[in-house]
């Protein structure tokens, strides 16, 4: 069993198409390809906001170099 063969594809195509009937199919699909493509955004946003840190949200704490601090008494 190494995925879907086009056998499979087939026949999930003839069961949606005798539960749902011809006329909701293509507004069933549209519905499923919108939702694809808004969690696949929401994915992508998700991982633009993890990946891109501000200087001091650093894990590590060394946003501020360590040593004698460099202000006035």
Known sequence: ???LSPL???VILVVALIVLGPGKL???GAALGRAVREFRHGMTDDV???TTASPGDSAAGDATPAGPSTQAP
């Open 48 to 50: 633009r906001a993890l």
């Open 8 to 10: 499979h594809l087939i």
């Open 26 to 28: 293509p507004e069933t």
């Open 1 to 3: 069993m190494e995925g």
